[in-house]
């Protein structure tokens, strides 16, 4: 079934995200006109070299103006203040949604600012490549990947049934939950290993005059996979952890538990332990990949095309 067109989309913030939202609405005709909002000039240059907008503004009130559906793809820490600057400029029968991997503290910064009859639907692609700017998006991003909706209680059914038809239109899979549901879920799925990928690069870096550079050179699959994802995008990260400090600061607490239990076992020399642990471990690993959100094919970074973007989940 065809997803009804929208009138005007209005994108806020043309990363990553933002300009895979613009790309894929256009190829798969989701909307009738595309309204790019940045306050980087060099993005909105770059916007306007790629196509990827009918118009484009860095002034947040006047892009909003006759949107249909607002997106929010800015960090999460900065919702808030687009949220006010736009709120007065909002028409009667707008939808505002979001792509935030935090959904409490968003909700919370962005409702108060909009009016009556403005529905607000947020929303989180799980999607993503450590890439951003405009030019790093692509209109497949989100295809077979989850898309998690989490509308305040009271928001519009037609509201959230539109914001559903248009990420199933960009080739998502949607589920509902609350918010504090998916602040605790993206915590361990998604925020502490990003976490961890940070902290281990960091540590590596730390130990390179000791080991003589040969932390990178001698880089392992395990080593460069947490080095791709520790180079996503640092101020999206620091806010996520910021604005989901509970529960992450839970998460990781779990976290360290396991973790000393780990070490007592490889201290102690207990085999059966290690070997139950890492064959229940493979076993999760199999059934992600049997879920389509990962692939089994080997890949040591040598058969990709130069500037073929990588799809991981955010």
């Not at 209005?10 to 990363?15: E, S, T």
């Not at 792509?99 to 600012?113: I, N």
């Not at 999760?284 to 389509?292: K, Q, T, Y």
Request: aromatic share 6%.
């Amino acid at each position: 079934m065809r997803v009804p067109e929208i009138d005007t989309l209005a994108i806020v913030g043309l990363g990553l995200i933002g300009s895979s939202i613009a790309r894929g609405a256009r190829q798969y005709g989701l909307a009738k006109s595309i309204v790019a909002i940045d306050r980087d000039p060099a993005v909105l240059e770059r916007v306007r070299a790629l196509g990827l907008a009918d118009s484009v503004t860095d002034a947040v009130a006047e892009g909003v103006a006759n949107a249909d559906l607002v997106i929010l793809c800015t960090p999460v820490g900065a919702v808030g203040a687009v949220a006010e600057a736009m709120g007065g400029a909002l028409k009667t029968g707008a939808i505002v949604s979001d792509v935030g991997s935090v959904k409490g503290s968003v909700v919370a910064a962005v409702s108060p600012h909009l009016p009556e009859g403005v529905a607000f639907v947020p929303a989180h692609p799980v999607a993503g490549t450590e890439y951003s700017g405009p030019d790093a998006g692509f209109s497949t991003l989100f295809s077979g990947r989850w898309c998690i909706l989490t509308p305040p209680e009271g928001t519009s059914p037609e509201a959230v049934a539109r914001v559903q038809a248009f990420w199933e239109g960009l080739g998502a899979i949607v589920e509902s939950m609350t918010p504090e549901h998916h602040d605790l879920v993206l915590a361990i799925t998604s925020h502490v290993p990003h976490l961890i990928a940070y902290n281990i690069v960091g540590t590596a870096a730390d130990l390179e005059e000791v080991t003589q550079s040969e932390v990178i050179k001698f880089s392992a699959g395990g080593f460069r996979d947490f080095t791709r994802i520790a180079a996503s995008d640092p101020t999206m990260w620091r806010d996520v952890f910021l604005t989901n400090k509970d529960a992450v600061l839970e998460m990781l607490g779990r976290f360290n538990e396991d973790l000393a239990a780990l070490a007592r076992a490889i201290r102690w020399g207990d085999g059966d332990a290690l070997h139950e642990l890492f064959t229940r471990t493979r076993t999760i690993r199999r059934g992600i990949v049997a879920l389509g959100q990962e692939t089994a094919e080997p890949d040591f970074g040598r058969g990709r095309p130069s500037g073929t973007p990588v799809s991981k989940p955010d």
